[in-house]
């Protein structure tokens, strides 16, 4: 059985992923953005080992969250769950100064990504709307753009799952993979959302823990079936575009295949 963190679970399908895991008979150490959610985390799933608190929106509440994450040890698997929506009517900035949907749904995952203890499995939660967009690097921060809360949201699900085959390549011992649970009614995705809510947790926690997908990386799924994600993605050009925009805006080095 493994040990697996998953950031943005103190509900939804974070959670969901979670309970699950749990059930099957992993430990799993859940994340929060605050001591209040993490409280709710733990008595939603009591079984849980632990519940790492920080808000993830900074880059140094992202680095706490490793920091605390590899102070548990390491894990076998990291599923990267938080994320905001495309519902941010104007462009919301953060202490980084980077638009706070880029900040939580891309430099997060980078950050833990290059923090934490290598696990032997990556899990990066996607959005079917990447498809829509193209890379944008010479706006990649929307200083120029007349703000766009769907297409800033598509972009950032776009360079989540260009980093998460950037992984795959530069570490071919790791497992990464990225996937689109679907819109489902979550709080995120509202109560509009019409796809299979039981469906949407049980890819990561296949690609996470299950061994029918051990030796799977680089692939793009939905309910535990490949699809073909955006084309920009498997571009190694554009893959090496973003993590050095990436080093440039966190000061943190991308981890080669060596030095790890």
Request: net charge negative.
């Amino acid at each position: 059985m493994g040990r697996i963190f998953i950031t943005g679970s103190s509900e939804g399908l974070g959670l969901m992923a979670g309970q699950l895991l749990v059930e099957q008979g992993h430990s799993v150490v859940l994340h929060a953005r605050n001591a209040a959610r993490a409280s709710d985390a733990q008595a939603a799933l009591p079984a849980a080992e632990a519940v790492v608190t920080g808000d993830v929106a900074t880059i140094a509440g992202a680095r706490s969250v490793a920091e605390q994450a590899n102070n548990l040890g390491r894990f076998d698997a990291v599923i990267h769950n938080v994320a905001v929506g495309y519902r941010e009517p104007h462009r919301i900035e953060t202490e980084d100064g980077l638009p706070h949907v880029f900040a939580v749904n891309v430099v997060a995952p980078y950050v833990l990504t290059a923090l934490m203890k290598r696990p032997t499995r990556l899990v990066y939660l996607n959005s079917a709307l990447h498809r829509g967009v193209r890379a944008r690097f010479d706006d990649l921060l929307w200083e120029t753009r007349r703000w766009d809360g769907t297409e800033a949201y598509s972009e950032s699900k776009l360079y989540n799952a260009m980093f998460a085959f950037a992984v795959a390549r530069h570490w071919p011992d790791v497992l990464s993979n990225a996937l689109e649970p679907g819109w489902v009614q979550t709080r995120m995705g509202g109560p509009s959302a019409n796809d299979d809510l039981e469906q949407a947790h049980l890819t990561q926690a296949w690609l996470a823990a299950d061994e029918a997908s051990a030796g799977i990386s680089g692939e793009y799924f939905y309910h535990m079936e490949r699809r073909s994600p955006n084309p920009d993605t498997r571009d190694p050009a554009l893959q090496e575009q973003l993590l050095s925009r990436c080093v440039e805006i966190t000061a943190i080095p991308f981890p080669s295949e060596i030095n790890r």
